[in-house]
């Protein structure tokens, strides 16, 4: 039994094994495939042997191996009486052509062919048709397998059965110059090194196999192979879920298709694999595109592969879709980054209320020092001269008719304009007129007494359908009114003041104007949110009431004057917010 890698081995052992026999001037049968016949008589030619003497002398019998496989072959399964008439027949003929005692060498593939046709279990019975012909007829059989054909886990126990087979061959030895028993012996040993070479190289080809099948079957993982140019030469289930491409639409195509225009525009496939090639090993994160042009965010692993004297073989690359991670990551940072906004604003916000009630507390404190230098100034003074008046008429000795009676009128005065003075105050305090008959009503009579009072014109407007709203309403608009007109007077120089109360879409508003210079920009810019505390006695805390109500306040300043505008819902239900 002789395996061979390639052709030219086979014709060396042939042309040694059927040349020895007819230069001794014996008999050889080749059961060969005509290529193999060929290059077989080339080389017993090259020897200086007669191959078509010998056939006329009945000493070299050749039968295509093909055409008597066939012969043998019933319904695709060998037929032992059909065998043994087709060999029996040759050895017959070659018998009859030398001596009794002369040997008869064969050369037989029909045993390799059935191997290559996948019948192992037809060469094994083929093998036992050569040994039981071999127990009554005198011949030394030769039989060639490729060692190409052995390359399963399930070829190990035939190719070793077909091995034993051959023990009760008649040796071939005298022809392969195999002179000795030792020779011999080495002869076996070889074979059964081969047998274990091909066992060790079946299991690594299992464990080959298993991995490749390990890495097809990851789902997960983008893994596949580039050659060193960077081309696509396997292609992964995985890759084929995430990337979207069929093994047959990649492989052969460049990976730098998986990146985007942009990246490829700069060189980035390219370089990423120099950077693997030179550091050993790259990874990235980035965009990548699938075949339907989407993008998918990937963490990519890039490994050269090299053979053992150092050569680039190409690389491996593994690529993993990990948008959803990505994703999750950035709207974590930004519940971060809200939330530190809202901390901040949070933050800004008990500033701006602890400012706020220092700003109330000092309101408190500028209107209680108003209304007290009011009642000293003028309610003070009033009563003082009444009191002086009426200690006069009290007094025993009296005065006479005429002046007591220009005293007493005096007085009566002095106890009207007392009552006035305190109505005034009451009024500035809360207007009875508010709570009585409303903003329609309360909102004329205090620009009458401010007109008076300052010197500002003023005019107002109020659509005919402006109705009664909640009491909370009525007085926070009213707030804001005193607190803008005081503005007006103290900071805008405007001779004149515009009010305008009006309702629109279940919205009351109150809109007061001036015609004056107006808050600079740069000091409105600069003092933003905070524009009603440094701008207006008061409105800061207004905004705050208004805002409580559902409303809002508004601001609106240039060189051609300033617009207060406070705006509530007109609902009766609106004051169940405070």
Partial sequence: MQLYTDDAFLIDVLGRFIGGALAAGEAAIVLATPSHRRELERRLAARGLDTVRAALQGRYITLDAVEALNRILVNGVVDTTRFNETVLTALSQARNAVNKDSRIAVFGELVALLWADGKPQDAILVEQLWNRLAKKHSFCLLCAYPITGFNNEEHIEPFLKMCGEHSAVSPSENYLGLRNEGDRLRSVAQLEQKALVLEKEVSLRKSEEQF??????VQDYAIFMLDANGNV???????????QYTAAEIIGRHFSCF????DVRNGKPQWELVTADQEGRFEDFGWRIRKDGSRFWANVIITPIRDQAGKLLGFAKVTRDITERMQAERALQKEVEERRAAQEQLHGSEKSLRQLSLHLLRTQDEERRRIGRDLHDSLGQCLSVLKMKLDSLASPGGRSTVHATED???????????????RTVSYLLYPPLLEEMGLKSAIPWYLEGFSARSGIETTLEV???FDRLPRDSELALFRVLQESLTNVHRHSG???AHVRLFMKEGLATLEIADQGKGIPPQ??????QDWMGAHGVGLRGMSERIRQLGGRLALVSNENGTKVSATVPAAEASSAQL
Wanted: hydrophobic fraction near 40%; aromatic fraction near 4%.
């Fill in 259 to 262: 990146y985007p225009e942009e």
């Fill in 523 to 528: 000091l409105l810019e600069q003092s933003g």
């Fill in 463 to 465: 659509d005919a359908d």
């Fill in 494 to 496: 405007s001779q004149k």
């Fill in 233 to 243: 030469s396997s292609w992964n289930l995985g890759a084929a879920r995430i990337k």
């Fill in 408 to 422: 007493l009128a005096d007085c009566v005065k002095l106890t009207d304009d007392c009552i006035k003075e305190v």
């Fill in 212 to 217: 490749r099948l390990l890495v097809e079957a």
